[in-house]
């Protein structure tokens, strides 16, 4: 083993970043699942140094080697060195990919995750290059929550949530792609499973990660706007859960305004004709919005892996927005529901439906792309 | 074994008839692929009596026992007697299904299949009741094209089609229900894939059935009214393949009348407002028709075995039928798209494809019979 | 279609006959399952003639296109001719193969199968070479039993036997093998799974096809010396299976000889040492036996499919025989026992079995060949 | 959350230990993969204190929440807290097991891990029982090697390595079974993959962990004599495939005898007679051995995962012994070998080719035990 160099992220040659970044880049914020860093590099040894805070929802990280899952694990508060791999070949080129398991986790005061350095002694080389960009949006399946964990365990803890195990992660795997997440778990299109009107996805995304309330990630840059100077090729959103569950759930009081609000059935069990109105207004309003970010992206609105309740809403919207825009690069697919023995933990898709899930995006994308 | 009595079809005890069939039951025809005959015997033996004619396209049945496929052959023109099982255990009783793998082949003034009669050494016994009713009308996906042959086969022969290796039956086999088929290859909800305006479904669909033009068929009452005395619980609809073809294809001069017709795309790609409105009216006027024969069925219209194109505009059609008509019971799925490695012969939909299409409709229906 | 032209199945051009046959090639006897014909041929139309008849165990046929299996009949008594395609390409070249599915059905005085002749408007053409030469040697699990049928089907008649879902064939396909069965349903490589002596198969390998007591077939040399002409590569012994049945079962007394037979175990569960040693030198002599006329084959005795009870006594006659003869050329390995939700009818490995075992043989056999 | 409370972990009750363990129980020393302990206990959280050390070779360390795998991570040199649950809810049993990743290495004079206590806010409540109990002894194959890492990963590393992706504990998770692990990469029965006669299981299977040369552990018992109060319903021994690569490599020069030890291959390639003599021999006597200290185990050799070579050489031995002892509680069967697309990291089994033995293991265990 030669002598450890440390190296602050920012100067680390050829570095790949995965995720939304704001202007902050040392220390370098991990804000999202499947935010992380890849380098290549030679050498016998590699440590990353991290610092990071929580509360009830402590970050997991996940480290891969040559494309293979290597180590997940919890991280304790503080400043810390994590080594990703050791008495390796010197001379021989490794590619290491490191990143986040946990969401944003909105609303949280504490959490955060940020890469300091690299301690090597190797050298630094090019990286892969991701000639294909994709961006997945979604709600806890985008998460990856029931992705860890047993059919029994039914507590909403950030263990369970993973970007290792996750259609997106698979998606981008498959398809040599570089891509970011931006997902909240119990959030929707309009509003909350639980009819909190602020857990609404669109409210979020023009800043750069608004869903953290830590001061140390807001201090970062986090509620800044985006510069959505990533542009990717596809936009896969996979939202509309908790959009209908919002319609089974009693109604919700914001803690701030006072204002109450709930999402209606009619008697005999259909939408609220307003109610679901609004629901297709949010949808045409997010493509909009994504649109107007992202001139040349091919959008996709993706729905069904927890039922497809919410279609023809959605469909709705999007062949509305097609036709009043003329702007056909926007579509819908149904993603294939999870079947009994394929969920996870805390009734969410499991890896057999994310894994089926993404069988189905990989091929859409490709005829996209062709 | 005991003395082989004849009993004509029509007086066989607790007979199950799958599919359509109009006023004629004695011989009894089967005029669509998945179209048979199901009962519960006795004996060492079984003979079933059969009267068939073609042309070029021939005639395939498929026999099965127990619920598991035992035989599939072609059979020639003449009336003709297949044995369906021997040297059984005479006091034993045996479930068998004798049906038809040809679709109902249109504009063919041959080929028909009538059932005559039934020889057996043993009793008829009550069969089991299949309590949930089912219906599939498509296109060549739904006729099974593609499920038998090699990747190498291109050429259209009957051998190929089959209810045997179809997402129709497994769906129904799965969830223990009669079924009937309604399905055409080339055929679309607007026009079939060459742009010939004749061949639509919806136009063929309110007689028993119109797709034959064999004199014998047509004697047995297969262009009279259907009488929709078959209530299915869900209709699937597996169209719009061909309509969607049709816009890349020549256009197409109907030889009696002199009528060109062609669908159009415009110089960016895209559809023609006014053909592609067309299709979309097609789509709605269908469950339109499909509502008033079935006034208690779930309707459900599945897209995507074949590419996921005309997805915006039949949600479009279903999305207004819903809203115009308030009536809820109709939905849109897509199905999981054939993947590479999942094709069968004539660049058709494989076994690995409807397997996975009919995993997502048990999934499906389930859940709408809840 | 051009006109059907008629020719005797001996006079067929570059006809490839799978299977033993004796001297006697017009008409063609196939008295094994997985015995039949490949022609490559052009032209619109084929048929062929055979000729069979049978008393309980009527003669089930297969047909393949370029590999894919199409049709799967039973044969009813009589001379008639069988439709193997129409309606095609005249000019492409097609393919197909024809063979039995049925075993050689020992002892059975009526039932045999022949080829007379082929009907074709085309032309025949050079077939694929076979490079890689195989031999099954076996009992029920080689004669297919089990893998046509319901799990619920326990009736021991000819319809649940095939070549088409065997694992010989699927292992010859995959390694694009000629091949040839020998395998006789309830025999072992000493005695039946009854106790009955006479139903071993090493006392019947040397004659065509000393199994078959039709006098037709006798006619047609089943019963003379088979030459051996045929060199496998690898000969794959499937035997063990009913000798150790035979230890639980009841003793046999020859209906012509009056001897009585039984295999004993002693009072501790365990084999008795005299019997298990006679099917150990069974073992040891067949192998002697085929080494003797397959000098260069390498052959490996497969065991394991319906339970490993026997693999301490093969392994020991294999062992032996190495080391007493020097020739290291023989092996044994386990396939897989059949599991749960693997099985087919009558208590038989089914088509998942099949295709498990089938991997095993194709990797071993690849490695022997490397 | 409550107060965390430490309790040392040989007072923790209810504790299940798996794996060897010697005469110290605090701290734990975890010598072998698979190693671990496991409870069940109630509270928001649990921490486990570990001291650990290592050179080249490091440990890693997996825990799992109600039968999930939730993390993997390495540990480097020194005491330290890893935080095992969080954030739970209070009232819920979770059943925890963390466990060993790293075979026992050895030869290494550092590597060692040791669990020092628990902390927790909760109550221990009974663990699950295990009334079945088995034990694994091999090479690298049982060490997990490969199961991690990707295809091109050939470096010999700890991270590579896992109990975790192992057949061993898939057939024991899948049994509810109680299991230990004995294996060392590289090891024979009677030799080393590279000659060197030192590395042979059966030298060191009576020590509790002879393995190991790192001072601490021997302070730890690792090198008195094992108790074999574990008495396993079943032993799996999967060893072989080194004793056969012995007679590919050069000939090995001990360091400290300097005796020169090599395995030949005639020149006709089959093995010299003595040493394969020797192999047989070593089988033997290694049977032998563990028949005296588990008087009423099933003993199955299971041989084939990387290759079949030394079928003959294992089952003579094991029919020798069978023949010899009048002992038939023994047993031989093939696992099935790797295939293309099963292999991981270094050539090795993957994840694939683990489960296709596991399921081999588990049907062959659950007959045995019938």
Redesign the interface.
Known sequence: MGELVRTEISKIPYLHIFGRTGRCKQPLPLFFNGSGIEVKVTGSELWIEIDTDCD???V?VAGE??????????V?PGKQKI?L?????PT?AKTVRFYRELQATSENETTYLTVESLLSDGEFLKTDDYPLKLEFIGDSITSGEGT???L??T?W???YMSASVNYATMVSKELHADYQLFSQGGWGVYCGWDNDMRHNIPSHYEKVCALTQCKKNIDMGAHEDYDFAYQPDVIVINLGTNDNTAFDQPEFTDPVTGVVHKQHRNVDG?YDKDDIAAVKKAVYDFVTMLRKHHPGSHIVWCY?ML??AL???I??A??DY?KNTGD?NV????L??T?EGEYG?HMHPGYKSHKKAA??LV??IK?VME
Chains 1, 2, 3, 4 share one sequence.
Do not use: H
């Open positions: 009830n929802m402590e997991w080697i040559n494309g293979a899952l290597i180590s997940r694990q919890m304790m080594c791999f050791r008495s390796q070949e021989e860890y964990g047993s029994a365990d507590v803890v950030s263990m259909t069904g039922g497809y279609t023809p809403v469909t709705e999007i062949n097609r056909n579509a819908f697919i149904n294939p529901n079947l933990s069988k189905v091929d859409y005829q």
